[in-house]
Nanobody, 123 residues
Framework: QVQLVESGGGLVQAGGSLRLSCAAS????????VGWFRQAPGKEREFVAA????????DYADSVKGRFTISGDNAKYTVYLQMNSLKPEDTAVYFC????????????????WGQGTQVTVSS
């Protein structure tokens, strides 16, 4: 089993920044890729960004490219999501997920998920 714990959410004004963290523990060796998803009220969960534990191979949803940056600390098995130029439409619960396969991770089919952290962007 892999446990994922997110932190860093909060309330911020439009144009502001937040940094989310996702700390992994347990059988982390069973995963290669880590990603962030978000789910706004009344909407489906959507992919935001992904990275491999090795630090390479990042990808982003078009809606966050140029504003969000995903990075990782392999030694700590922690992944970060730096969110800049936040917009009210970024308001959602942000989840961390991990998987052996990037394709399955991106489809939201991972077995391992965190509990989520709320991000609220006020206009």
């Amino acid at each position: 089993q892999v446990q994922l714990v997110e932190s860093g959410g909060g309330l911020v004004q439009a144009g502001g920044s937040l940094r989310l963290s996702c700390a992994a523990s347990g059988r982390t060796s069973s995963t290669v890729h880590v990603g962030w998803f978000r789910q706004a009220p009344g909407k489906e969960r959507e992919f935001v960004a992904a990275i491999s534990w090795s630090g390479g191979s990042t990808d982003y949803a078009d809606s966050v490219k140029g504003r969000f940056t995903i990075s990782g600390d392999n030694a700590k098995y922690t992944v970060y999501l730096q969110m800049n130029s936040l917009k009210p439409e970024d308001t959602a619960v942000y989840f961390c997920a991990a998987d052996l396969w990037r394709s399955r991770l991106r489809r939201g089919e991972s077995d391992y998920w965190g509990q989520g952290t709320q991000v609220t962007v006020s206009s």
